[in-house]
């Protein structure tokens, strides 16, 4: 029998095919479509990137423009010499581009030259010894060597002791800023004494005093720079006289600090401890304070308690609570130099 022709099942048919047809056009032209975006922002980027390559310029760092006039402790330094010259050029350019730590100094400079300053002049040693404390620890009173010297004038133990300062498990009188610069005081008047030479005495806190002799003797010289010394200590002399040139006159050498960049002063009242101290956090508390701060302002306490068996006095530092918080009214600038900016 025969079953006749059924138009509505082609037309059906066709239909779907044409639907089928249509929507895989419709895919492939969205695939077609991203490809040619997704390798046109490619090219573009790739042209941003070239051009960029070649507009950008290369950093430029400039050499130094030196004086040519150094002097240290009141004696000149022979920058004529090509020697000379050379060794001042080189710590000169390493802390010019030390920029964090040149910043860094001069904020710690501006605390504790008006403490180091005026004992320096009291004992008869030249202003410019406050570089050498610098060179030493960078101004940190904890400052701690591995050889175990300690403090902003970095002691050993024996020298420390030997100067007058305590130094036990209980108490580091290292750490103590105006102890240590009274026994450093004494420590370099010996050693004038001994040289007759400001810049000799300041390589011999470093050398030694036995090498700095044996050398004078041995070289059968009598100034610093016509030695040949170690590296280290040949170093020391020329990073204080660097120093000495770049903290005093920062804006010359590109630093710029205004007086919201400075630490301000915090204020402080002594109270002299001539007892044992059975607790210090205790005895903080008593008084207004904390632990944490009382050894912020007193780093030579090393212990939670103090025996104190021979009824030593000491002079405990206790901050001003009204001072904790940072005022800029309260940043007293130690030298209008500071703030001065050449490139503002």
Same mark, same amino acid.
């Given at each position: 029998?025969?079953?006749?022709?059924?138009?509505? @099942?082609?037309?059906?048919?066709?239909?779907?095919?044409?639907?089928?047809?249509?929507? +895989?056009?419709? @895919?492939?032209?969205?695939? +077609?479509? @991203? @490809?040619?975006?997704?390798?046109?922002?490619?090219?573009?980027?790739?042209?941003?990137?070239?051009?960029?390559?070649?507009?950008?310029?290369? =950093?430029? +760092?400039?050499?130094?423009?030196?004086?040519?006039?150094?002097?240290?402790?009141?004696?000149?330094?022979?920058?004529?010499?090509?020697?000379?010259?050379?060794?001042?050029?080189?710590?000169?350019?390493?802390?010019? /581009?030390?920029?964090?730590?040149?910043?860094?100094?001069?904020?710690?400079?501006?605390?504790?030259?008006?403490?180091?300053?005026?004992?320096?002049?009291?004992?008869?040693?030249?202003?410019?010894?406050?570089?050498?404390?610098?060179?030493?620890?960078?101004?940190?009173?904890?400052?701690?060597?591995?050889?175990?010297?300690?403090? +902003? &004038?970095?002691?050993?133990?024996?020298?420390?002791?030997?100067?007058?300062?305590?130094?036990?498990?209980?108490?580091?009188?290292?750490?103590?800023?105006?102890?240590?610069?009274?026994?450093?005081?004494?420590?370099?008047?010996?050693?004038?004494?001994?040289?007759?030479?400001?810049?000799?005495?300041?390589?011999? /806190?470093?050398?030694?005093?036995?090498?700095?002799?044996?050398?004078?003797?041995?070289?059968?010289?009598?100034?610093?720079?016509?030695?040949?010394?170690?590296?280290?200590?040949?170093?020391?002399?020329?990073?204080?006289?660097?120093?000495?040139?770049?903290?005093?006159?920062?804006?010359?050498?590109?630093?710029?600090?205004?007086?919201?960049?400075?630490?301000?002063?915090?204020?402080?009242?002594?109270?002299?401890?001539?007892?044992?101290?059975?607790? &210090?956090?205790? &005895?903080? =508390?008593?008084?207004?304070?904390?632990?944490?701060?009382?050894?912020?302002?007193?780093? &030579?306490?090393?212990?939670?308690?103090?025996?104190?068996?021979?009824?030593?006095?000491?002079?405990?530092?206790?901050?001003?609570?009204?001072?904790?918080?940072?005022?800029?009214?309260?940043?007293?600038?130690?030298?209008?130099?500071?703030?001065?900016?050449?490139?503002?």
């Amino acid at each position: 029998m025969r079953i006749p022709y059924n138009h509505n @099942v082609k037309n059906n048919y066709l239909r779907m095919k044409l639907k089928q047809f249509s929507t +895989v056009f419709i @895919v492939l032209s969205i695939l +077609v479509s @991203v @490809v040619f975006y997704s390798f046109g922002r490619q090219s573009k980027a790739a042209n941003i990137i070239q051009n960029t390559t070649y507009i950008a310029e290369p =950093q430029k +760092v400039h050499s130094l423009r030196i004086s040519d006039k150094f002097h240290f402790a009141g004696e000149d330094v022979p920058f004529v010499r090509f020697d000379v010259r050379e060794n001042i050029d080189r710590e000169l350019l390493a802390f010019t /581009y030390m920029h964090s730590t040149i910043l860094m100094l001069v904020k710690r400079a501006n605390l504790y030259f008006p403490i180091i300053e005026p004992i320096l002049k009291e004992q008869g040693i030249p202003d410019d010894f406050k570089f050498l404390a610098l060179i030493e620890s960078h101004f940190n009173q904890r400052a701690l060597s591995p050889v175990k010297a300690a403090g +902003v &004038w970095q002691f050993m133990d024996e020298t420390g002791k030997s100067y007058g300062l305590e130094i036990n498990s209980q108490v580091d009188e290292r750490l103590d800023i105006t102890k240590s610069t009274i026994a450093a005081c004494k420590y370099l008047k010996e050693s004038y004494d001994l040289y007759g030479d400001w810049i000799i005495v300041a390589a011999s /806190y470093n050398g030694g005093r036995g090498r700095m002799t044996r050398e004078l003797s041995r070289q059968k010289v009598e100034s610093f720079f016509d030695l040949f010394l170690n590296e280290e200590t040949t170093r020391y002399i020329y990073r204080i006289i660097a120093s000495k040139e770049i903290i005093s006159n920062p804006a010359k050498y590109g630093f710029c600090l205004r007086k919201e960049d400075f630490y301000h002063t915090v204020g402080i009242q002594t109270v002299a401890v001539n007892t044992a101290v059975e607790n &210090w956090a205790d &005895w903080a =508390q008593e008084r207004g304070t904390t632990y944490g701060q009382l050894k912020y302002f007193n780093p &030579w306490i090393q212990d939670i308690k103090l025996d104190n068996k021979n009824r030593k006095t000491y002079q405990v530092r206790i901050p001003n609570k009204n001072d904790l918080k940072f005022d800029i009214n309260k940043v007293i600038i130690h030298n209008d130099a500071w703030l001065r900016c050449e490139n503002q």
